[in-house]
């Protein structure tokens, strides 16, 4: 079992950055790829970004359009999701999960596992 807890969310305006933290416990860290994912108020949960887990690959929503970036450091047992030039749209829940599955690129959820509580972020225009 892996415990995942978000931080760093809040109200930004538009044009800004945040960046987001999770930090993990429980088993090792560095054994596993991690995603992000967000939920919009009346929308689906989708995908943003995912790491493998000594950060040599990493891939995104094509939405992110370079203004994401996911990171991680395996002896803080935590992943990052810097999120530069923030628009209204990205206004949502922010959650991070374990890749649970080997297949490398999928954006599906059910694809990972061990989510934690998320956290909010409000991008105001």
């Known amino acids: 079992q892996v415990q995942l807890l978000e931080s760093g969310g809040g109200l930004v305006q538009t044009g800004g950055s945040l960046r987001l933290s999770c930090t993990a416990s429980?088993?090792?860290?560095?054994?596993?790829?991690m995603g992000w994912f967000r939920q919009a108020p009346g929308k689906e949960r989708e995908f943003v970004a995912a790491?493998?887990?000594?950060?040599?690959?990493?891939y995104y929503k094509d939405a992110t359009e370079g203004r994401f970036t996911i990171s991680r450091d395996n002896a803080k047992n935590t992943v990052y999701l810097q999120m530069n030039s923030l628009k209204p749209e990205a206004t949502a829940v922010y959650y991070c999960?374990?890749?649970?599955?080997?297949?490398?690129?999928?954006?599906?959820?059910?694809?990972?596992?061990?989510w934690g509580q998320g956290t909010q972020v409000t991008v105001s225009s």
């Open positions: 999960a374990v890749h649970v599955r080997a297949r490398w690129g999928t954006e599906d959820v059910a694809d990972f596992a061990f």
């Open positions: 429980g088993r090792t860290f560095s054994n596993y790829a």
């Open positions: 790491i493998s887990q000594q950060s040599i690959s990493t």
